[in-house]
């Protein structure tokens, strides 16, 4: 996609969340400008559509769901990633997401959580209004099909990293209301699963070139298919994921050491994509993402925080000549493509996440260092395709063996990039050495995307791989300021 394409998809994002903060929208769907066009007499104060726009341009930019907190819960906890910056820099953080030393009441922890809420409370008040309105038309059903993707995305966060929470399915009109006990985590992915189908079912496949980064049906159909995967419903798993891959929508054809470059944000591999928009001109709907993760140098090379690095075992993982190893770590002391901007030799940490490698172009003509345009990949269409070799190789006999090779040969044939010299098929049909395979393909295809740490869990693979992990750990510790709003109606998770 060409720079010009994205700035004006970026511009598009940035008008949305001017819709947003001013509540509004344009009630009827067929008369509708485009987004770059919208102005205030064209807004309609409290519409439906304006609390959706509440939840991308509110709800998504929280730091719980797109800056450090997740990034802490959802990667640093994993065995090929570390909390990075230099030593002195979050020592605690350290000890808690490196070393699963956990305490109740911590920052990141505690905003992780509140993100998650947010997005919960934005989402329940676009169903109640939606609940209010006696002829609902298509958009009305799309705009709830919205927000139950966005509901059942927030409690999957939250039951993956808390276990029992409290159900709050219904609109806050006073904070007392929240004040409810934990249910249990079939309770939770019961109303996962309901929110999602309803999704699925009103979700579009695609959107207007204007409304790029809305979600769509192959998005909670991707979501969907990982909750599946999450409770080992291979065959519901498998189902769900070969829906999107049968959509003809997304395919693997972006190279892949240009998946992560602003210039192909909203590609075709691009399944669920937190936009984020910045310019010179203060102009400020930006999210926090990339510069928490970015190098951590002096000067030019002050990129960000520097938090969330690839460690050794990250690097170990490709196999030799894997071109993904080169566009997964960013190298100190080295020149580093595709800019050829050379990291200095003394930085703290002898890796860094190049999958938030920012434009140094966007960087000077933006004035900023930050990256506060860089979208966050939350679903890449790879992670589809892995979950559904997975779920075939699990399921068993010859005609699923023989999907889950072909699915784990697509990634291969592209992360090959055209160098038969690398990357050999796998050909075993062996079902726990294809199981193997497909751990390991998803370790290198997604590193640093968030997905490692669940993936250990999940597979029973967190103990062996993750020092000072024991079962416990596979929850967080229900933030105690929590507990102590509800005045103990919150009980604290076992063990802390």
């Given at each position: 996609m060409k720079k010009l394409n994205?700035?004006?998809?970026?511009?598009?994002?940035?008008?949305?969340?001017?819709?947003?903060?001013?509540?509004?929208?344009?009630?009827?769907?067929?008369?509708?400008?485009?987004?770059?066009?919208?102005?205030?007499?064209?807004l309609d104060p409290g519409s439906l559509e304006g609390q959706v726009f509440a939840i991308y341009g509110g709800g998504l930019r929280h730091e719980g769901i797109s800056g450090l907190p997740y990034i802490a819960v959802h990667n640093m906890r994993a065995d090929d990633a570390s909390k990075g910056s230099s030593p002195g820099d979050g020592e605690d953080a350290a000890r808690i997401f490196d070393?699963?030393?956990?305490?109740?009441?911590?920052?990141?922890?505690?905003?992780?959580?509140?993100?998650?809420?947010?997005?919960?409370?934005?989402s329940n008040n676009v169903i109640a209004a939606a609940d209010s309105i006696e002829n609902k038309t298509p958009l009305t059903m799309i705009n709830v099909g919205e927000a139950k993707f966005f509901r059942a995305f927030a409690y999957f966060n939250l039951v993956r990293a808390f276990g029992e929470v409290p159900k709050i399915d219904f609109k806050i009109n006073d904070p007392s209301e929240a004040i409810v006990p934990k249910s249990t985590i079939a309770e939770i992915y019961q109303l996962i699963d309901a929110d999602l189908d309803e999704a699925v079912a009103a979700l579009p496949p695609t959107w207007e070139s204007q409304y790029i980064g809305r979600i769509t049906k192959g998005a909670a159909l991707a979501l969907q298919a990982k909750t599946f995967l999450a409770r080992q419903m291979w065959?519901?798993?498998?189902?769900?994921?070969?829906?999107?891959?049968?959509?003809?929508i997304y395919d693997l054809s972006t190279p892949y050491n240009q998946i992560f470059r602003e210039s192909q944000e909203n590609g075709k591999e691009s399944v669920f994509e937190i936009q984020a928009f910045y310019s010179q001109s203060n102009t400020n709907v930006g999210i926090t993402y990339a510069s928490r993760q970015g190098v951590r140098g002096a000067g030019d090379w002050d990129l960000g925080w520097g938090w969330n690095v690839p460690n050794q075992k990250m690097a170990d993982a490709f196999e030799e000549g894997d071109p993904r190893k080169d566009e997964t770590l960013l190298y100190t002391g080295q020149s580093n493509s595709p800019y050829g901007e050379i990291l200095p030799s003394n930085l703290p940490r002898p890796y860094w996440n190049k999958k938030v490698y920012t434009d140094p172009d966007i960087r000077r003509s933006t004035g900023s260092k930050a990256g506060q345009w860089f979208n966050m990949r939350v679903i890449r269409y790879a992670d589809v395709v892995l979950m559904a070799a997975e779920a075939a190789n699990e399921l068993g006999?010859?005609?699923?063996?023989?999907?889950?090779?072909?699915?784990?040969?697509?990634?291969?044939?592209?992360?090959?990039?055209?160098?038969?010299?690398?990357?050999?098929?796998?050909?075993?049909t062996n079902q726990g050495e294809l199981r193997a395979a497909i751990q390991h393909e998803r370790q290198v295809e997604l590193g640093m995307e968030h997905q490692r740490f669940f993936d250990l869990v999940r597979w029973g693979l967190a103990a062996e791989n993750l020092p000072g992990y024991q079962h416990k750990h596979r929850f967080l510790p229900i933030p105690q300021p929590e507990i102590d709003k509800s005045g103990g109606v919150l009980i604290q998770n076992p063990d802390y």
């Open positions: 994205i700035l004006y998809i970026k511009f598009s994002v940035f008008v949305v969340f001017v819709a947003m903060m001013t509540a509004s929208c344009k009630k009827d769907w067929l008369d509708r400008k485009p987004l770059g066009q919208l102005t205030e007499e064209d070393e699963f030393q956990y305490v109740t009441d911590f920052w990141l922890i505690n905003s992780y959580w509140t993100g998650q809420y947010n997005l919960i409370n934005l065959a519901p798993a498998l189902a769900s994921a070969e829906m999107v891959m049968g959509s003809g006999g010859s005609a699923n063996t023989e999907k889950a090779l072909e699915y784990l040969e697509m990634i291969r044939a592209r992360a090959r990039g055209g160098n038969p010299a690398v990357l050999p098929e796998v050909t075993t």
